[in-house]
């Protein structure tokens, strides 16, 4: 009786390194001047505390960060075209250009990116314009009204 050969075992193939996921944080006009800007409305937190909350956040859901803030609109839809292919969501405070710019809008539609909505007041309890989102519809979702945990609460939905 013969013995059977066993097939040589195929060589293990090094476990692949899974890439960590990156996230855009992006602030649009004013919201450089948080903590001086309507505390009533908008707190006496600044954009750097804002920023290193989200970025502590991020690392703890292992997530990277990244931030970026403008007052112009052209920057900001730049931002998002230079995104595609590079971070895997976006969290976009568009502050005024909320209400009015369709070309971030057509920016976030066309980067295909998910994007979260946030705001730090309740956007739908102040003026009625205020309470018109143009770019919620390329947006998986939106929060609004938390302050500074709007920030962190869209990056956990996200």
Not at 4 to 21: E, L
Not at 26 to 54: C, H, W
Not at 67 to 78: P, R, T
């Amino acid at each position: 009786m013969q013995k059977k050969k066993t097939p040589p075992k195929a060589p293990r193939k090094p476990a692949k390194k899974i890439a960590k996921k990156t996230v855009l944080l992006i602030n649009g006009p004013n919201l450089d001047m948080l903590g001086r800007r309507d505390p009533s409305q908008y707190g006496t937190f600044t954009l750097k505390e804002v920023e290193a909350a989200f970025t502590a956040k991020a690392k703890t859901l292992g997530v990277e960060a990244r931030c970026f803030q403008s007052n112009h609109e052209g920057a900001l839809i730049e931002v998002i075209h230079g995104a595609i292919g590079a971070v895997d969501g976006i969290v976009v405070n568009a502050g005024a250009y909320t209400h009015t710019s369709y070309a971030l809008l057509d920016a976030l539609a066309l980067a295909k990116i998910p994007a979260m909505e946030v705001h730090i007041s309740d956007i739908h309890r102040r003026e009625p314009f205020r309470a018109i989102s143009v770019i919620q519809p390329a947006c998986v979702g939106q929060v609004c009204g938390l302050g500074l945990d709007s920030y962190l609460v869209g990056l956990e939905r996200l």
